[in-house]
């Protein structure tokens, strides 16, 4: 039964000529996966600490050829108006696999009580098929595709923000690849659009109520959005949850160890027709800023 299902993952992909690979999966805590989704982020925590995060999701978990994304950054500022960074996502789909390594740079421009951040990013997207595991019919030309390419990528994004809340609009890709594996089969990223935004309200010492959205979207897909609702309390303990339109009720917890490092867990429930084959998702991510030279008191991360 479950070679049967595999087989139907790969036809999926591969037949009728074209694939859609994944570009940017989405993320259910994507207020704290910012930098990889706009490269304004970088250096957001200002001068003398660099900043560490890696998340990893395990979508429709333990459906065959379910999605699995692992992505890691690192970002800084080298002064108070230019940062940089690196950013690495690992996106495997069935038979496809598909990795971004990304360089980013931003320029901040400094208000009184506010910050407005530009910024590029650039690298490249290394796409991969590889049916050995997937294909019942070996002997069929589209479904035996096994073929290997590389693409330049080129984003951008902008990165409003103040203590309490923030705006982010990006395009982390903006210049649509694709990939040609021969024998009518097609592969294709297309640009991606993400608006983003959170406030923190504060309603005394303990507690804090935070509010936040995602929209995005690409040239062939309608507008979806995330909206989640965060409680965090005395600054360490956070819990929320968030709907995705048409897709899931998530619940997200994540704990501040100690200032500089934060750990989190969301679990998805699914009702989307893909639900038949897996209801739940699971998400983990840790986040780490390191301070160096003189002594850095770092302001709570609420985002």
Same mark, same amino acid.
């Given at each position: 039964?479950?070679?049967?299902?595999?087989?139907?993952?790969?036809?999926?992909?591969?037949?009728?000529?074209?694939?859609?690979?994944?570009?940017?999966?989405?993320?259910?805590?994507?207020?704290?996966?910012?930098?990889?989704?706009?490269?304004?982020?970088?250096?957001?925590?200002?001068?003398?600490?660099?900043?560490?995060?890696?998340?990893?999701?395990?979508?429709?978990?333990?459906?065959?050829?379910?999605?699995?994304?692992?992505?890691?950054?690192?970002?800084?500022?080298?002064?108070?108006?230019?940062?940089?960074?690196?950013?690495?996502?690992?996106?495997?789909?069935?038979?496809?696999?598909?990795?971004? %390594?990304?360089?980013?740079?931003?320029?901040? @421009?400094?208000?009184?009580? !506010?910050?407005?951040? /530009?910024? =590029?990013? #650039? +690298? *490249?997207?290394?796409?991969?098929?590889?049916?050995?595991?997937? %294909?019942?019919?070996?002997?069929?030309?589209? @479904?035996?595709?096994?073929? !290997?390419?590389?693409? /330049?990528? =080129?984003? #951008? +994004? *902008?990165?409003?923000?103040?203590?309490?809340?923030?705006?982010?609009?990006?395009?982390?890709?903006?210049?649509?690849?694709?990939?040609?594996?021969?024998?009518?089969?097609?592969?294709?990223?297309?640009?991606?659009?993400?608006?983003?935004?959170?406030?923190?309200?504060?309603?005394?010492?303990?507690?804090?109520?935070?509010?936040?959205?995602?929209?995005?979207?690409?040239?062939?897909?309608?507008?979806?959005?995330?909206?989640?609702?965060?409680?965090?309390?005395?600054?360490?303990?956070?819990?929320?949850?968030?709907?995705?339109?048409?897709?899931?009720?998530?619940?997200?917890?994540?704990?501040?160890?100690?200032?500089?490092?934060?750990?989190?867990?969301?679990?998805?429930?699914?009702?989307?027709?893909?639900?038949?084959?897996?209801?739940?998702?699971?998400?983990?991510?840790?986040?780490?800023?390191?301070?160096?030279?003189?002594?850095?008191?770092?302001?709570?991360?609420?985002?």
């Amino acid at each position: 039964m479950k070679k049967i299902i595999l087989s139907i993952v790969g036809f999926i992909f591969l037949s009728l000529g074209t694939i859609q690979a994944q570009q940017l999966p989405h993320y259910t805590q994507y207020m704290y996966n910012m930098n990889i989704l706009n490269p304004a982020y970088a250096g957001s925590r200002g001068p003398e600490v660099i900043s560490f995060g890696t998340l990893y999701r395990n979508q429709w978990y333990n459906a065959p050829g379910n999605p699995k994304t692992l992505t890691a950054n690192v970002h800084g500022a080298f002064n108070m108006s230019n940062g940089a960074g690196l950013s690495f996502i690992n996106d495997v789909f069935g038979p496809v696999k598909q990795s971004l %390594i990304t360089v980013d740079y931003s320029h901040t @421009l400094h208000f009184k009580k !506010s910050h407005l951040a /530009f910024g =590029l990013k #650039a +690298g *490249v997207n290394l796409f991969n098929v590889n049916n050995d595991y997937y %294909i019942v019919h070996p002997n069929d030309p589209i @479904l035996a595709n096994t073929f !290997s390419d590389t693409r /330049f990528n =080129l984003g #951008a +994004g *902008v990165f409003y923000y103040a203590d309490n809340y923030y705006l982010s609009v990006s395009a982390p890709n903006f210049m649509p690849s694709k990939y040609n594996g021969g024998n009518g089969y097609e592969a294709k990223d297309e640009a991606h659009l993400f608006v983003a935004g959170g406030y923190v309200f504060n309603l005394g010492k303990s507690l804090k109520i935070k509010p936040h959205f995602l929209l995005y979207n690409n040239i062939s897909q309608k507008m979806q959005a995330d909206l989640n609702l965060n409680f965090l309390f005395i600054n360490r303990f956070e819990f929320g949850t968030s709907y995705r339109i048409d897709d899931s009720v998530n619940f997200l917890f994540n704990l501040r160890l100690f200032d500089s490092l934060r750990l989190g867990y969301a679990y998805d429930v699914h009702f989307s027709d893909v639900s038949v084959y897996s209801p739940i998702s699971h998400e983990f991510f840790l986040n780490y800023d390191w301070s160096f030279g003189k002594k850095v008191m770092l302001s709570p991360r609420y985002f």
